[in-house]
T-cell receptor, first 115, second 111 residues
């Protein structure tokens, strides 16, 4: 139990579907993240929210739409995805203090397969 | 690229042996962290070393940092089968608020 819970753990969706990934952190952190992990590629940072405000969007296609209603919840809305979007999507949180040395706490991930 | 690069990509050792993994990076850092990932699971933080530190220990883990060579190493002593996992270095760059991860080293410890 890492304090970061992701649902669903596995998702199979067609290219025309709309689905959402959900993340909840129970650590009282003020920052939340979405990362994408594909085989043999570095972990890709997709989005960062700090105090519910998006502070980072690393050129992620618009078919991925994040939502952060409060500092404990983070969603990733998925729409008209491509097969190459199949990957493990990891949610994480940390306590940003304005200085370096943030430790990031990850959820168990959501395995996404686009067919 | 901004992220660290681990070397080797894969490492297989016998239980009881030591495992050494290396990480190289390209820009100035505030600190460097190592994380572990069991197959198909999330990453777990292991240890953090700051840019003004040269060596740090935590249990069977020993991390070194050489900022002149822009490299770090993670040593796991007296390895166990349960150490089988992927290990990632993550760089906290000067002026950035985010960690940048590499592709990882896949460690297999054979019982």
């Amino acid at each position: 139990e890492t304090g970061v819970t992701q649902t669903p753990r596995h998702l199979v969706m067609g290219m025309t579907n709309k689905k959402s990934l959900k993340c909840e952190q129970h650590l009282g952190h003020n920052a939340m993240y979405w990362y994408k992990q594909s085989a043999k590629k570095p972990l890709e940072l997709m989005f960062v929210y700090n105090f519910k405000e998006q502070t980072e969007n690393n050129s992620v296609p618009s078919r991925f739409s994040p939502e952060c209603p409060n500092s404990s919840h983070l969603f990733l809305h998925l729409h008209t995805l491509q097969p190459e979007d199949s990957a493990l999507y990891l949610c994480a949180s940390s306590q940003m203090t304005g200085t370096s040395g943030n430790t990031i706490y990850f959820g168990e991930g959501s395995w996404l397969t686009v067919v | 690229s901004q992220q660290g690069e681990e070397d080797p990509q894969a490492l297989s050792i016998q239980e009881g042996e030591n495992a050494t993994m290396n990480c190289s990076y390209k820009t100035s850092i505030n600190n460097l962290q190592w994380y572990r990932q069991n197959s198909g699971r999330g990453l777990v933080h292991l240890i953090l070393i700051r840019s003004n530190e040269r060596e740090k220990h935590s249990g069977r883990l020993r991390v070194t940092l050489d900022t002149s060579k822009k490299s770090s190493s993670l040593l796991i002593t007296a390895s166990r089968a349960a150490d089988t996992a992927s290990y990632f270095c993550a760089t906290d760059l000067t002026g950035a608020n985010n960690l940048f991860f590499g592709t990882g080293t896949r460690l297999t410890v054979i019982p």
